[in-house]
């Protein structure tokens, strides 16, 4: 026996009635999730344009070092170039002095130039 009182728990049969939700808590609900997934993404967007921004410095300050990198490779093969012009210079005036010490009048040049110095200290 049942007796409805207001103190008395429902009946089995009055709990199978599914509450029902109105229209503005249905909109509450998707416009909180909506707000949820919006500052997700855009926690996602401030993140990667921070990562994107350090790489692009990164990337400037790469290829700053790589500029300078071939400016001194350029400056070494330039110095590089006109050491050896330079020793090839010397050694063509080498040969040149060699020539000319070969000649007979150097050689008595030179011979005179010893025999002065004997004589006048």
Not at 5 to 26: L, N, R
């Amino acid at each position: 026996m049942t007796t409805d009182s207001p103190t008395s728990p429902p009946d089995v049969e009055q709990t199978d009635h599914v509450p029902s939700i109105d229209a503005g808590t249905i909109d509450r609900l998707n416009l909180e999730a909506a707000l949820r997934d919006f500052e997700t993404a855009n926690a996602r967007v401030v993140d990667l344009t921070s990562r994107l921004t350090l790489q692009h410095e990164e990337l400037l300050r790469t290829r700053h070092e790589l500029t300078m990198t071939q400016i001194r490779a350029a400056d070494v093969d330039e110095v590089r170039a006109q050491l050896a012009h330079a020793l090839h210079e010397r050694d063509l005036a080498r040969a040149e002095v060699d020539v000319y010490r070969l000649s007979r009048s150097y050689r008595i040049g030179f011979k005179i130039t010893r025999l002065l110095r004997k004589v006048m200290p």
